[in-house]
C-alpha cells in the first residue's frame, strides 16, 4: 500500500472518532510527594482483564521492584514490589504492534518510579487474527476498562500491588494509534485520576482534550511518513491547557523510540520529566524539561508550560 494510502486508511479510522469514556471518580489527591532519586530494578507481570468478557484485554505491568540490580533491563518476572505507592502509565500499543516492542521506552519509566500498564488491544495487535483498523475507536473505553481494574486491584489485598498503585495519579500514554487512543480518553467528563498524557506520533479524536485540565505532551517525527507531523501539530493547537510538542526533524515513524538512535536520550528524559511533573507534583522535574529536550539538530520544542 502507497504511504498516501495507508495515511488515508489510517486517519479515516482514527479520526472516526470514540464516545466518552467513564471511570470511577477520584476524590482528592494525595499530597504532593517528591520523585524518586534513584533508579528502580524493574519488575514485569501479565494478567487479563475481563478474561471470559467479549473483549479480554491482556495487560503487560512494569513497576518499581525491591532487591536487584537498579535499571531497565533484564524486568524480572513477578519480583516483588518495591517499598511505596507509585504513579500509573497506561501504556498503548500501535497497529500490528504489542506492548513488548515499546519495552526500551516502558522498562525505563518503571525503573524511574513508575507503575506502566500496558493492554495488548484484541483487534490492532500484531497477533490478532481480526485485525481490524477501525477498532481503534474502541481502545480509549478499554484503556478506561483497564483503570478501573487497577482502581480494584489496589484495593485487593491480596494481590502484590496492593497498596502500591497511587490511582488517584493517572498518565495515558501510547504510540501512533496508540497516540489516538491516548487522545481519546481525555473527552469531556473524564475522571480526575487522569492527570496528563502522551501523544507520540499520534494526533486527537473527536470529542479528545476535554473535561478536566490536563498538560499533554506531543512528541512526533518531522518525516513521519504515516502520521505526518502536521496531525500531531494540530492536535497539540487544539489542547487548551499547559501542553509541549517535542519535535525531531528528518525522522520518521517512531525510530526515535530506539535506545541509541538519535533522539532517544531526549525523548526518554523529556517524557521522565514530565511524568514527575505531572504525577509527582515534582518542579524540578518541570524546571529540567526544556534543557533536557534540547539537542541541536536532533530535537526542537515548543511549549505552553509554567514557568
Known sequence: MGVQRLVAALMTALLAGCGPATAATGGAPPPARHAPLGAYAVGVRQLTVDPTGPRPLPV???????????GPTPATSDAP???????VVIYSHGLR?????????TTRWAAAGFVVAAPTYPRTNLRTPTFTRADVRNQPADGWRLIRHLVRLDARRADPLAGHLDVDRIAAAGHSAGGFTTAGMFTAGHSARLRSGIVIAGGGLAGSFAGPPAPLLFVHGGADPIVPESVGRAAYARTGGPAAFLSLPGQGHGEY?????????????TTIDFLRWTLYDDAAGLRRLPADAALPGVTTLITRLPD
Do not use: D, K, M, N
Open 257 to 269: 523510540l530506539t535506545p541509541g538512535r538519535p533522539g532517544f536520550a531526549q525523548v526518554l528524559a
Open 81 to 87: 514490589v518495591a517499598a511505596g505507592r507509585f504513579p
Open 97 to 105: 504492534s504489542l506492548p513488548e516492542l515499546h519495552a526500551p521506552l
Open 60 to 70: 503487560t505491568i512494569w513497576y518499581p521492584a525491591a532487591g536487584g540490580p537498579p
